[in-house]
């Protein structure tokens, strides 16, 4: 993590992170393994029970799910008043849950193992913070910001999920 400045109107926050889930984990344990994609069970043939039953063992091919991440988020401030920031992060699959030689069904319904770009996610955003007024016993901030989100795999069908929104809100302290 760190935080850089230029000048006295602009910095830039610079965030890292690595991540792993336990093996175990990746592949769903205590719950069903495969859905519809609305989060109901569909393990056809018969029915999907838990993977957490004694003797349980893990497809071939499972392995812990690591990934890599980081964030930059720019700032320029024009005043004390108001704040533009910028900000896009990004979220790298490292190693999936279901490996090479995996002989399992993967989160997109097939067997063998998921594509190596399976969930990652970029997310760019940008705004504003505006405050009216700032005192030692009261404060009011106004935000807007705008955001775009991009994740590989996370489709029904299994291709890339877009999607956007808009954030409209306000702090306030008394």
Known sequence: MGQFYFG????????????????WFGQGYGNPINTNGNGAPSCPPGPCLPNNTPGTVLPGGSQAPTWNGVLFE???????????IGRYETIRMS?????PGYTGTN?????GASPSNLGNTSTFTVGYRYNPFM????????HNEYNWLHVDGAAPDGTALNTSELLIGFDFDF
Do not use: C, E, K
């Open 95 to 99: 190693r999936q849950a279901d490996g």
């Open 74 to 84: 720019p700032h320029y401030v024009y005043s004390p008043q108001l704040i533009f």
């Open 135 to 142: 005192t030692s016993r009261a404060g009011f901030a106004w």
């Open 8 to 23: 006295p109107h602009v910095d830039l926050q610079v965030v890292t992170q690595h991540g792993w889930d336990d093996v």
């Open 107 to 111: 989160p997109l319904g097939v067997v």
